[in-house]
């Protein structure tokens, strides 16, 4: 079975420590790195060349869908997947935008939804 390799990137500890449980609990992903910043998570994918990266919109400095769309012309193949407390319109329309493969609120993310969204791609 192929494991996904997964990217964090979220400035907010408790929400970083949460996703990273429910990745690492879900069969078939794995947890490759934690970044706080964009400009962190840009570095980070190009060592680590995660499948998926899980990115938080509201970063300091270069903010999520800046960081998805640098993401994306850096790493086409990579997925992302944006997360947020906004509703699901304003961060789907965000995820259209910055090229994310789609979007989560934060209180929705689940096993089920990161399994659906990798499926998906």
């Not at 499948?51 to 992302?80: C, F, K, S, Y």
């Amino acid at each position: 079975m192929t494991v996904v390799r997964v990217l964090l990137v979220d400035d907010h500890e408790p929400s970083l420590r949460a996703i990273t449980a429910l990745v690492e609990e879900t069969a078939g992903f794995e947890v490759v790195g934690h970044a706080m910043t964009g400009e962190d998570a840009l570095d980070l994918a190009s060592m680590l060349l995660p499948d998926l990266v899980l990115l938080d919109v509201n970063l300091p400095g270069i903010d999520g869908p800046e960081t998805a769309r640098r993401l994306r012309t850096r790493q086409p193949a990579v997925v992302v997947l944006l997360l947020s407390t906004y509703d699901e319109e304003a961060g789907a329309s965000l995820a259209a935008e910055s090229g994310a493969a789609g979007y989560v609120t934060k209180a929705a993310f689940g096993p089920d939804r990161l399994a659906a969204v990798w499926i998906g791609r």
